[in-house]
DNA sequence: GATGAATGAGTATTCATTCAT
DNA sequence: GATGAATGAATACTCATTCAT
């Protein structure tokens, strides 16, 4: 059934264009300030096409959505993966946000907007259960590795710490490119924040 | 003329009756997902007299903005004003965040709805404008208080990491009420992440 | 009776200030282009205070429309009060119309506006038939004066075509002062127009 | 492809059918007496589809205006074609007035609707220069024209005298209308004008 | 598969008018 | 008398979605 594959490849490459202007429009736009038209436009598609492949504005949005937890899943499976010495774990993890919001900025802000008090009010009920079972895989991933890291079970504790802390840097961050402030911290300023917190977290022989 | 002055308390009252809906209304569904006939049922007012008191929707949303931001400025100043110990003072600043978010929630989102990308996006220009002078006037006060805290130049960096891991917190359990996660850090969890984050910054002897 | 004079007179000066303000409104941006706001505004009142002096928009509306009448009636009969020789008499006519074009243009721009086709759409059936009376009655005298001057019973169609003739030579002028064009005829120039015609309705030995 | 002319010619159709409709109600209401609602009642669509076919109101409105003002450019480089004595085609240019009154009463009514002062308050600065344009063309083609007729350069005079004539005669039967007057001038009694004001133009002679 | 055409429900804002003081 | 406050109805225009082709 060659062509019945084709065709499947072909409906998948269709809506991953779909979903590539509509996520930028998203981002920079909000869910309620993007409009179909947008989304078509910017795909060279007729609006009605995108009702095709996707039954509503909403589900090119919830699909967006697990397309970036997915992401993340998949990197800190990566990681947990790996065997190392505690400290250098932790740097891992840290660098491992690092690269996501340098490399995929898109996912980032994804975590940014999961947090806000209104993200999923134009998700149906049933979404809205599997996108709170997927994110808290996510976390769970994290919890357990910290509590590896840590050596006890303050891990949970140690990753609210840790994630809040890079979560609040890239929010910091979105914030000064709005309010037009001088960016800080640089890179090297953020390493700096690393080594302080890690000095917290494991202590100072460490 | 008691009369005039009554008229103007009536005025303002009604204002703030206004701004006590659309606030709450926008935290929870963002501009855009905010509409005027909302704002007018829930202070149960006429669309048509929501415009006797403001000029539109967008008066009200940067009304709103200014009030959160100078609620914040007042409290920071009065804590600046405080002879302390180092470490006291972090504290001091510590439980003020925490005091804000539990008492003024609102004003606290308020800091990080202003980080979103498309935060300001319905603001004109020169309101943009007063927003990032008042705005980074807040952070300025924060950064000079913490430099004398650690006692070094390395204020913005600290100011940074405390601010960002408060900010990140919030949305932490932000995120959680939204995922239906179990709450966490609990009170008792934010004193020891607390803990950590002061040894991380002012060392193990304090 | 002093007092309700004296009332009866203050009373008439403050429909006067506001007919004045709307006069000028109403013919700058017509009947739907002008606001009950604007009017208030412009003559220092509260819009609430309109209503105190007129029913509505439309009577202060149809309140200028009757002095405009009013005034073209008192002018008519004046001049066909004099004696004079028939061209000398249309001469005077004409003078007439011309005097209040320059003098009086809001009366002027009265007639033009009662010749379009929505002229009367917001006002009531029974000031419509008061209108139709009184403006029939200015046109009668016009044809009434001009039965003599050409000595015989045309002068209905005489009148039809001086008044036209003004009519549309003032229009002509509004016209070109909304498109820019060059004003014409000048003042000479209408002396000409007035001489063709005078021709030929009077024939040219007069 | 059959199919795209096809669409081509529908789309063309069903601008026309909005034009229809929108014509009749601006002549009898004005620009702000009309609403899209009433167009869309009138033709039979809804709201939204009026903005599927037109950008906004404004070019409704203004596509009618270039409408009427071409329609007047036709007929009057058709007369202008042809070789005749003065007089005659003083009467053809006279006829041609009559006929487009008679047959396209809504493109007469145009004219004096240019010629308000509010005419083109709704009309970008754009769309003014270019109505201005077209509007002096057809002007200067009566001129000329008239030049010719008189024999003389006193054609621009004739011109405004012709031209405000009929231009008022029409408004004095639109008054009429609107005033339940019995309709004067009548088919004979514009002729006999026509001849008055022909002896006047032309002299006696001819 | 893709799209031009169509629309019901909504969106911020304005308006003439009313009413309590 | 005068006015600040209030509003129902309307206004031009937009949006997500449907459907015939």
Redesign the interface.
């Known amino acids: 059934m060659g062509v019945q594959e084709r065709r499947e490849r072909e409906r998948e490459a269709r809506k991953s264009t779909i979903l590539d202007a509509a996520r930028e429009l998203f ?7 993007t409009t179909t038209k947008q989304i078509a436009a910017k795909c060279e598609l007729s609006e009605a096409t995108l009702f095709f492949y996707f039954q509503s504005k909403n589900e090119i949005f919830t699909s967006l959505l697990f397309e970036g937890i997915d992401f993340w899943t998949q990197g800190l499976k990566k990681i947990d993966a790996i065997k190392m010495k505690p400290r250098a774990k932790l740097e891992e993890l840290w660098n491992f946000y690092d690269q996501i919001r340098e490399e995929h900025p898109e996912y980032y ?1 994804l975590s ?1 907007f ?9 998700v149906s009920e049933e979404m809205k259960a599997e ?2 079972r997927r ?2 895989e996510n ?1 769970q991933i994290q919890a357990d590795m910290l509590d590896e890291i840590v050596g006890n079970s ?1 891990g ?3 990753a ?2 840790l ?7 890239t ?2 961050q ?2 000064r ?5 001088p960016l ?2 640089t890179k090297k ?1 953020l390493k ?2 690393f080594e ?6 494991l202590g ?1 022989s460490n």
Not at 114 to 122: E, G, K, T, Y
Not at 196 to 201: I, N, P, Q, S, V
């Open positions: 981002l920079e736009h909000g869910f309620n300030g802000q940014a999961l947090a806000r008090p209104m993200a999923l009010s134009n996108i709170i994110s808290g976390f303050e949970r504790i140690v609210d710490l994630w809040s802390t890079y979560l609040g840097l929010l910091l979105g914030s490119t709005n309010l037009k402030t800080h911290p300023e700096t924040i302080m917190l890690a000095r917290g977290l100072d």
